[in-house]
């Protein structure tokens, strides 16, 4: 008689997103020290993880950072066209001074 040594689909589910979340717990930095605060609102407290992190860890740089930071707060700060408008300018920013492009 053969043996099903095959994993139950829901268990191969619950095991998969443990590994997935223990992986991710290794790759993010513990937010500490002056990541723990944030000055003028919560409007970041709720991200999977903070535009000032994925900014840092990726060396983004003041446009790029700007661009990341707009996106992520637009539905939450009560700006949202005005910060896709930012977002904007800093892409056309971005085209201009680094590719010498007029947009």
Do not use: C, W
Request: neutral net charge; hydrophobic residues 30%.
């Amino acid at each position: 008689m053969p043996v099903n040594i095959r994993e139950p689909f829901d268990k191969y589910v619950a095991r998969r997103m443990k590994e997935e979340d223990e992986l991710i717990n290794e790759k993010v930095p513990k937010v500490s020290g002056a990541r723990e605060k944030q000055i003028g609102g919560d409007h970041y407290k709720d991200s999977g993880i903070q535009p000032v992190d994925y900014i840092y860890q990726n060396n983004l740089d003041f446009f790029e950072g700007n661009i990341i930071k707009y996106t992520t707060r637009h539905r939450k700060k009560g700006e949202g066209s005005a910060d896709i408008r930012k977002v904007i300018h800093y892409a056309e920013l971005i085209l201009e001074l680094v590719y010498d492009e007029k947009p």
